[in-house]
């Protein structure tokens, strides 16, 4: 028996009618006679007769039948016309199956098409008022409806063996993971860890933790090719920013040899970086909308696809408007302004990036792609700016274990034996801003202290990556327009022609002097500007500031005292130790630091209270991350417990060998000895 005609007769003999089944199909069946009822009722004029239940309800009947064969066919069509035939079918597929199935009822009257559009979105809008009420989401509808669609699909491959499929948490800490399990926000993950079939830990990301330094390790073991989330490259004369897609290429084209943990026929889905991918969705530094992917395509042509994602954006919005207001109302500290383009962005970001993403990977697995890696940036971009451990924050956390669980589930039905690792990046810490705690941002401190000119090139939010990744093909402008003019302003790239260029990523900043070429030694910059250093050490708010000397040496300083430090150990220092507030590994973190490419002339730390856990950090974010202090250099790594995992710290590379050295075991990849020349090359 062939291997599709095997997995038809296991869907078949594993269906059992149930009371539960029931119960879906007519609240199925409910939800959308009341929604059409109600809809057809606010429509000006009479259009449903007085016999109008029986008439709903054989358009209900009728509406299900008609999208069942019209569908396959909108996917098809979206699948040939890419972007814009994903943008058009996600905005009309709902009205050209109302308006089939309008004149298949006579006993309905005519509706004009104008009005047929109105009245599809609204019976959408009403829908998910309803399955909300029901059960506080309409996210299992949807993700069933997804399911399903991949089952399909997966009913038409020939394909069977292992596979492996990554899921990253952005931002997500390990013992916030933990936290998370104790409260009982992830109870699929945690039932999970519970019965022994995967286990937790914790893999400590150095500096800079942030999404570019921690991806290019886990996707392409490169360790030292990133300082920061934005940097200024003097070679190239300007500031490259991870949230830029064309600055994200450049990026990766630098770092990549290759052979990166996706090269043997994998998929990169809504990533930074493509881990040298064959197949790369939403990937920022091969960005574009994938509107020729099936999986986005079906997204778009599906009942809860487009529409659900359109109207749960608009819930976000009011959402946010409210949990903003709330905390203005409570004087929650510390807390940064949550208006503007963030609105916005939240909804892009946890509703429709998170819905494309979703429907990809599960076209993916369907078809049988070796490995998968997909980044979900829920949790991080709300962190941001609600905090860390705040209440909306942590609800992004039930969401992302819904989708866990289906992917799951989905990995049963379909025909490689996907295992299942989840990841993260990197973790946040909360804290006041730096503007906030000294009334100016670093950029202006270092102009008071140099007395010339300087600029704050990419002082931008990271947040902006989202919108940047889901209009770089020039599809999505009008979502583009609504996004701050300041802080797209602070996007463009810069030219470097200030004395000092101040470069923030979180809380962290790496100062350049742009006219002189290569790294600078600490000797050269005072040189150049004696009252940098001097002025920079005295700043309140400013924890750590780090040179390197002309013979190698690091120094790390602040205003109550400085070491100077190599790798055999700690050569001088006087007074209070800089280090000491960011435990015991810190001095080995920026040793590694000092390393990487592109690292500043002069680097600075947000200032950090243990007695808080609070840092500093250098953009108006609460949460935030690219330092030390706290748990943001704290990551997650959840696996298989069949996996051989060594005991002990692991780093972000010993997470990369493991993976590949996974996919060796599993004949995904072909073993290979890496020569010398690779090694330089990816930055090792």
């Given at each position: 028996?062939?291997?599709?005609?095997?997995?038809?007769?296991?869907?078949?003999?594993?269906?059992?009618p149930?009371?539960?089944?029931?119960?879906?199909?007519?609240?199925?069946?409910?939800?959308?006679?009341?929604?059409?009822?109600l809809?057809?009722?606010?429509?000006?004029?009479?259009?449903?007769?007085?016999?109008?239940?029986?008439?709903?309800?054989?358009?209900?009947?009728?509406?299900?039948?008609?999208?069942?064969?019209?569908?396959?066919?909108?996917?098809?069509?979206t699948?040939?016309?890419?972007?814009?035939?994903?943008?058009?079918?996600?905005f009309?597929?709902?009205?050209?199956?109302?308006?089939?199935?309008?004149?298949?009822?006579?006993?309905?009257?005519?509706?004009?098409?104008?009005?047929?559009?109105?009245?599809?979105?609204?019976?959408?809008?009403?829908?998910?008022?309803?399955?909300?009420?029901?059960?506080?989401?309409?996210?299992?509808?949807?993700?069933?409806?997804?399911?399903?669609?991949?089952?399909?699909?997966?009913?038409?491959?020939?394909?069977?063996?292992?596979?492996?499929?990554?899921?990253?948490?952005?931002?997500?800490?390990?013992?916030?993971?933990?936290?998370?399990?104790?409260?009982?926000?992830?109870?699929?993950?945690?039932?999970?860890?519970?019965?022994?079939?995967?286990?937790?830990?914790?893999?400590?990301?150095?500096?800079?933790?942030?999404?570019?330094?921690?991806q290019?390790?886990?996707?392409?073991?490169?360790?030292?090719?990133?300082?920061?989330?934005?940097?200024?490259?003097?070679?190239?004369?300007?500031?490259?920013?991870?949230?830029?897609?064309?600055?994200?290429?450049?990026?990766?084209?630098?770092?990549?040899?290759?052979?990166?943990?996706?090269?043997?026929?994998g998929?990169?889905?809504?990533?930074?970086?493509?881990?040298?991918?064959p197949?790369?969705a939403?990937?920022?530094?091969?960005?574009?909308?994938?509107?020729?992917?099936?999986?986005?395509?079906?997204?778009?042509?599906?009942?809860?696809?487009?529409?659900?994602?359109?109207?749960?954006?608009?819930?976000?919005?009011?959402?946010?408007?409210?949990?903003?207001r709330?905390?203005?109302?409570?004087?929650?500290?510390?807390?940064?302004?949550?208006?503007?383009?963030?609105?916005?962005?939240?909804?892009?970001?946890?509703?429709?990036?998170?819905?494309?993403?979703?429907?990809?990977?599960?076209?993916?697995?369907?078809?049988?792609?070796?490995?998968?890696?997909?980044?979900?940036?829920?949790?991080?971009?709300?962190?941001?700016?609600?905090?860390?451990?705040?209440?909306?924050?942590?609800?992004?956390?039930?969401?992302l274990?819904?989708?866990l669980?289906?992917?799951?589930?989905?990995?049963?039905?379909?025909?490689?034996?996907?295992?299942?690792?989840?990841?993260?990046?990197h973790?946040?810490?909360?804290?006041?801003?730096?503007?906030?705690?000294?009334?100016?941002?670093?950029?202006d401190?270092?102009?008071?202290?140099v007395?010339?000119?300087?600029?704050?090139?990419?002082?931008?939010a990271?947040?902006?990556?989202p919108?940047?990744?889901?209009?770089?093909?020039?599809a999505?402008q009008?979502?583009?327009?609504?996004?701050?003019?300041?802080t797209?302003?602070?996007?463009?790239?810069?030219?470097?022609?200030?004395a000092?260029?101040?470069?923030a990523?979180?809380?962290?900043?790496?100062?350049?002097?742009?006219?002189?070429?290569?790294?600078?030694?600490?000797?050269?910059?005072?040189?150049?500007?004696?009252?940098?250093?001097?002025?920079?050490?005295?700043?309140?708010?400013?924890?750590?500031v780090?040179?390197?000397?002309?013979?190698?040496?690091?120094?790390?300083?602040?205003?109550?005292?400085?070491?100077v430090?190599?790798?055999?150990g700690?050569?001088?220092?006087?007074?209070?130790?800089?280090?000491?507030?960011?435990?015991?590994?810190a001095?080995?973190?920026?040793l590694?630091?000092?390393?990487?490419?592109?690292?500043g002339?002069?680097?600075?730390?947000?200032?950090?209270?243990?007695?808080?856990?609070?840092?500093?950090?250098?953009?108006?974010?609460?949460?935030?991350h690219?330092?030390?202090?706290?748990?943001?250099?704290?990551?997650?790594?959840?696996?298989?417990?069949?996996?051989?995992?060594?005991?002990?710290?692991?780093?972000?590379?010993?997470?990369?060998?493991?993976?590949?050295?996974?996919?060796?075991?599993?004949?995904?990849?072909?073993?290979?000895?890496?020569?010398?020349?690779?090694?330089?090359?990816?930055g090792?």
């Amino acid at each position: 028996m062939s291997r599709r005609s095997t997995l038809a007769a296991r869907q078949i003999t594993r269906f059992r009618p149930s009371v539960a089944w029931l119960r879906g199909v007519l609240r199925s069946f409910l939800v959308s006679f009341l929604a059409l009822a109600l809809t057809l009722w606010l429509v000006p004029g009479q259009q449903v007769p007085e016999d109008g239940t029986v008439s709903v309800a054989s358009l209900v009947v009728v509406v299900l039948l008609v999208g069942a064969l019209l569908r396959p066919l909108l996917t098809r069509l979206t699948v040939i016309t890419g972007v814009f035939g994903l943008l058009l079918t996600g905005f009309l597929a709902q009205s050209l199956v109302l308006g089939v199935a309008l004149a298949l009822v006579p006993s309905i009257e005519p509706i004009d098409f104008p009005e047929i559009v109105v009245v599809a979105w609204l019976v959408a809008v009403v829908a998910a008022v309803l399955n909300w009420t029901v059960d506080a989401s309409s996210e299992e509808v949807h993700l069933g409806q997804v399911l399903g669609r991949a089952v399909r699909t997966a009913r038409r491959t020939d394909v069977s063996g292992p596979g492996l499929l990554v899921v990253q948490l952005d931002g997500v800490a390990e013992p916030l993971l933990r936290q998370a399990a104790a409260s009982g926000a992830i109870p699929f993950l945690t039932r999970t860890l519970r019965s022994g079939s995967h286990r937790l830990r914790g893999w400590h990301t150095g500096v800079p933790s942030t999404t570019p330094a921690g991806q290019a390790v886990l996707l392409h073991g490169a360790e030292l090719a990133i300082p920061a989330f934005r940097w200024y490259d003097k070679t190239r004369g300007r500031v490259l920013q991870c949230s830029r897609p064309a600055d994200a290429a450049e990026a990766e084209a630098d770092l990549s040899d290759g052979r990166g943990l996706l090269a043997d026929g994998g998929a990169s889905v809504a990533n930074l970086f493509s881990g040298d991918a064959p197949l790369r969705a939403l990937t920022m530094s091969h960005a574009r909308l994938p509107g020729s992917e099936p999986g986005a395509a079906q997204f778009a042509a599906s009942r809860s696809g487009f529409v659900r994602s359109v109207v749960l954006f608009a819930g976000q919005i009011v959402a946010e408007w409210y949990q903003g207001r709330r905390q203005r109302y409570r004087d929650v500290l510390p807390r940064v302004h949550r208006g503007g383009s963030f609105v916005f962005l939240r909804g892009l970001t946890t509703v429709v990036l998170k819905d494309l993403s979703v429907a990809i990977v599960a076209e993916q697995m369907a078809r049988g792609v070796p490995v998968v890696y997909v980044d979900f940036v829920d949790y991080d971009e709300v962190a941001h700016h609600a905090g860390p451990t705040r209440p909306e924050t942590m609800r992004t956390l039930e969401s992302l274990d819904r989708v866990l669980q289906f992917f799951a589930e989905l990995a049963g039905e379909v025909g490689r034996d996907y295992e299942i690792a989840v990841v993260s990046d990197h973790g946040q810490t909360q804290g006041s801003t730096y503007l906030q705690l000294s009334g100016r941002s670093l950029a202006d401190a270092v102009r008071d202290i140099v007395e010339c000119e300087v600029d704050a090139g990419g002082e931008s939010a990271e947040v902006m990556g989202p919108a940047n990744l889901l209009t770089a093909s020039g599809a999505a402008q009008p979502v583009r327009r609504l996004i701050d003019r300041r802080t797209r302003q602070a996007d463009a790239p810069q030219d470097g022609q200030a004395a000092v260029q101040v470069v923030a990523s979180g809380s962290i900043a790496h100062l350049y002097l742009p006219d002189r070429p290569g790294r600078l030694t600490r000797e050269d910059v005072d040189a150049a500007l004696p009252t940098l250093l001097p002025g920079l050490r005295d700043l309140e708010h400013v924890g750590v500031v780090l040179t390197r000397r002309a013979d190698g040496a690091v120094v790390v300083e602040n205003a109550h005292g400085h070491r100077v430090l190599s790798a055999a150990g700690e050569l001088d220092g006087e007074g209070a130790d800089p280090l000491a507030p960011y435990g015991d590994g810190a001095a080995a973190d920026l040793l590694l630091l000092d390393t990487r490419r592109h690292v500043g002339d002069v680097v600075v730390l947000g200032r950090y209270d243990p007695s808080l856990g609070e840092v500093a950090a250098f953009e108006e974010l609460v949460g935030s991350h690219g330092g030390l202090g706290g748990w943001q250099t704290e990551a997650l790594l959840v696996h298989p417990a069949g996996w051989s995992v060594p005991d002990g710290p692991l780093t972000g590379l010993d997470v990369h060998r493991l993976l590949v050295g996974r996919l060796v075991e599993l004949g995904l990849r072909r073993s290979e000895p890496v020569t010398s020349d690779e090694l330089v090359g990816s930055g090792r």
